[in-house]
Structure formats: C-alpha cells, structure tokens
C-alpha cells in the first residue's frame, strides 16, 4: 500500500517508517541523499514479499532507482530480509550493518559503529550504538548491539530529534543515558517493536519524547508493542503511533519549518483500525 503516497524527488527532509508487517524497514530521503534503516523482512515468499509488494513499488513510486546508503541496524530476518531482492532492483551504494554475511560479498560493506556521522546540508546522522570494540560480540549479541541512528533535523521546529533503536533493550538504553545525558529526542522508533524488554521507564523518562513509534504487524505473535510498555508510554503522557493502527507513518519538513506527519491509514478509511485494539 505505500505505492500509493504521492511521487516525492526533492524534500527538505523526509522519514517514511514503512508499514512491513512484524519488522522494519524506514525511508529517509533528503535532497542529495537517499537512505533507508532497515529493509524489512521475509515470510512466505511465495504468498507475499515485502521487497516486490512494498519496499521495491514504494522506491519506484518515489522515483528513486538508486540508494546512497543502506543501514541494516542488524541482521534478523524482519529488519534484513528484504536486503537481497532489493538490491537485486535497486542500485545500493553503500551498506552498513553491525555483522557481515555473504549477502554482502560484492557490496560496498562497511560495519556501523558509534562515532560514525553523516552530514547533508543541516541534516546530521550519527551512530550512537554499538561501541567499535563490541563488533566482535555481535554474533552473540546482535539485537543489544543493533546500530543505533541519531537523526537530527535543525529546520523543523517542532520535531527535530530521531532517535531508532533498531533491536536494542535495556542494556544499551543505559549505556546510551550515561554517554548522553543531554540526549535530545522527540520521535522514538521504539527498540525492538515495542518489546517489553525495550523501553524502560527510566529511559523513556529521561528522554521523554513528543512520539512513540512501534513498527509492528497486526495480532502478530509476540503481543508487540507489548502492554508493559503501553502502560509505561501511557504513565508518562507520552503519545503513540503504530504501523498496526496507523499503516505507514511518513513525517515531511515543510518550507515554513513546520513537520508535516501523514498516517496513511487515515488517508484510506477502508484501512482505517481504530475501532480495533492493540493485541495483548
């Protein structure tokens, strides 16, 4: 269904968190830069790909054969899956994830890791997590040392803080307080789908952001984003979206600075769940 945003070649800044079912997959696309954070992931090819039905028709529709940058906050099937039959179509640039496998034997690979940091005009991108010196922990590890994006937007004057956690619970939420107690955020992408094992109190307390995103699939299996969490998010009086009540969530920076937030769910109201509740 993201096929049917509008065609879009020259934002100031925008972030589309694709609906994808149970994963992620999040487009950023700025003037001389396109990108995406995670590719979503593989079920049942036979019956529904992710890359043919959504990613592939989505990035058509954008009319945006290529991708500077792709990172892959690390390599489960729901945030990776895709990667193959993407790249396959679309012209990938450079790939970064916190492991290497050989889906990225001919490609311009590099490891993510904190310090790492992109800048595109007034758009800055940095790696907040994992530390270089953890790489060599990933294999057994690799949700807690999911490559953590910082995206800061100066033009906006309402939300210009993105933090996306990609997999990562409790453990990095603390070291990433202590690196940076200042941290400023004002859309969370919640770690791993709204896990109850992400999202602490003390870190969404710290932060206290103006949105919560959880990408998650409808009923899916693991009762994401987790009732735990809701009621952490609810306690703080800090709102929520979902890929599960609102489809595809796409934030645009307007001219005047003011950041445009479009549901797609709500822009179809045959799509449109809200009479239904989130699954326990």
């Known amino acids: ?33 396109k ?11 036979k019956k529904f790909s992710v890359a043919k039905s959504l990613i592939i028709p989505f990035l058509m529709r954008q009319s945006f054969p290529r991708l500077d940058q792709v990172v892959l906050t690390h390599l ?4 990776s899956g895709a990667y193959t039959e993407v790249a396959d179509i679309i012209n990938i640039k450079k790939v970064f994830s916190n492991q290497k496998d050989q889906r990225f034997d001919h490609a311009n690979f590099e490891y993510c890791h904190s ?5 595109h005009g007034s758009v800055n991108i940095q790696v907040l ?3 270089e ?14 490559c953590v994006i910082y995206i800061q937007v100066p033009q906006s004057k309402q939300y210009q803080n993105f933090l996306l956690m ?11 307080l202590q690196q940076y107690p200042d941290l400023k955020v004002d859309v969370l992408v919640l770690g791993h789908h709204g896990s109850q094992h992400s999202s602490s109190y003390a870190f969404l307390k710290q932060l206290k952001p103006k949105l919560a995103i959880a990408s998650a699939g409808f009923e899916n299996r693991y009762g994401h984003p987790h009732p735990i969490v809701l009621k952490r998010l ?23 600075g003011q950041m445009k937030i479009i549901d797609f769910r709500s822009t179809r109201k045959w799509l449109n769940f809200s009479d239904r509740t989130l699954s326990d």
């Open 1 to 33: 269904m993201p096929v049917l945003f509008p065609n879009k070649n020259h934002e100031l800044f925008q972030l589309n968190i694709l609906d994808v079912g149970q994963g992620q997959a999040i487009f950023i696309n700025l003037p001389d830069h």
């Open 35 to 45: 990108m995406m954070v995670d590719t979503g992931g593989t079920f049942d090819e």
């Open 76 to 79: 489960d099937l729901d945030h």
């Open 115 to 119: 310090g790492q940091q992109w800048q």
């Open 129 to 131: 997590s994992p530390p």
């Open 133 to 146: 010196n953890s790489l060599s922990e990933v294999p057994n590890n690799q949700n807690e040392l999911s």
């Open 166 to 176: 990609g997999d990562a619970g409790w453990e990095t939420e603390f070291r990433l």
């Open 234 to 256: 609810k306690e703080l009086d800090i709102p929520l979206k979902t890929t599960i009540e609102q489809g595809s969530i796409e934030f645009n920076l307007q001219s005047d």
